[in-house]
């Protein structure tokens, strides 16, 4: 058992608490998640949205359009720059960042995703979940 967790941003300007464990913890390929993260990949960890509960400060929110036409909105700390959660579409759950939690040692990567657009040097474990872009389910 890990939950509840919290973390946030750099600066501690940004602060969450999640009571629930993980349902998934998952690299994201994209380029959107390139983008963010500045670098190969984002480790997303999907915890269900009644169980995340922002404590402290008031992130700045960018929206891009997913697969589905519809906003992700991406979360960041205006102060620090630290990306710390983002809203998909799908309002049952939220993904925080992996890099954002206190102690982030215990996640266990589940694979990858958006492997279609991963880049040549991105490392990406042969012998785990990969899709080429969400799992069918997730949708
Ligand atoms: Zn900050
Ligand atoms: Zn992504």
Redesign the pocket.
């Known amino acids: 058992m890990v939950a509840p967790f919290s973390g946030g941003?750099?600066?501690k300007?940004?602060r969450y608490e999640v009571s629930a464990e993980p349902i998934a913890v998952m690299d994201c390929h994209c380029r959107d998640c390139q983008y963010a993260s500045g670098g190969a990949c984002t480790t997303a960890v999907v915890v269900p949205a009644g169980a995340f509960k922002l404590t402290k400060g008031k992130p700045k929110r960018y929206g891009s359009k997913g697969d589905t036409g519809n906003d992700v909105f991406r979360n960041f700390?205006d102060?620090?720059g630290?990306p710390v959660f983002s809203e998909p579409p799908n309002g049952a759950i939220m993904v925080v960042k992996a890099g954002s939690l206190d102690d982030p040692s215990w996640l266990k990567i589940g694979g990858a995703l958006y492997t279609s657009s991963a880049q040549p040097w991105a490392h990406i474990d042969p012998n785990k979940m990969q899709f080429e872009k969400m799992p069918p389910r997730a949708g």
């Open positions: 941003c750099a600066c300007a940004v700390c102060n620090c630290s």
